[in-house]
């Protein structure tokens, strides 16, 4: 049974940084692209970065760009989202998902395996 366990999350003041950790088991990770969504209290879930299998696509949305760092290790079946200059606006939980094949985007019903999500807030 394919799944996903996130870990790493937390309260950080604003300007730090957390790491978050997407353990995957039942599946054949390295042939699989990783997204990660988040979802902030009353509103809707949203897109946050993906990896492709071989790791030589990566996107981000743009409210990430040049903050967040996502990669893969497929020696221990898991994938990182390093998140850096945190902002009160980044008070999520946060989800990984792998796809249907090495899908590498923003659409979440191509998603077919989610973790269970992680807390991460920023707060003074």
């Known amino acids: 049974q394919s799944r996903l366990v996130e870990s790493g999350g937390g309260l950080v003041q604003p300007g730090g940084s957390l790491r978050l950790s997407c353990a995957a088991s039942?599946?054949?990770?390295?042939?699989?692209?990783i997204s990660w969504f988040r979802q902030a209290p009353g509103k809707a879930r949203e897109w946050v970065s993906c990896?492709?299998?071989?790791?030589?696509?990566?996107n981000y949305a743009d409210f990430v760009k040049g903050r967040f760092i996502i990669s893969r290790d497929d020696g221990k079946n898991t994938n990182y989202l390093q998140m850096n200059s945190l902002e009160p606006e980044d008070t999520a939980i946060y989800y990984c998902?792998?796809?249907?094949?090495?899908?590498?985007?923003?659409?979440?019903?191509?998603?077919?395996?989610w973790g269970q999500g992680t807390q991460v807030t920023v707060s003074s």
């Open positions: 039942g599946f054949q990770f390295n042939y699989y692209a």
């Open positions: 998902a792998s796809p249907w094949g090495d899908y590498c985007g923003s659409r979440d019903g191509q998603m077919k395996t």
């Open positions: 990896i492709s299998s071989s790791g030589g696509t990566i």
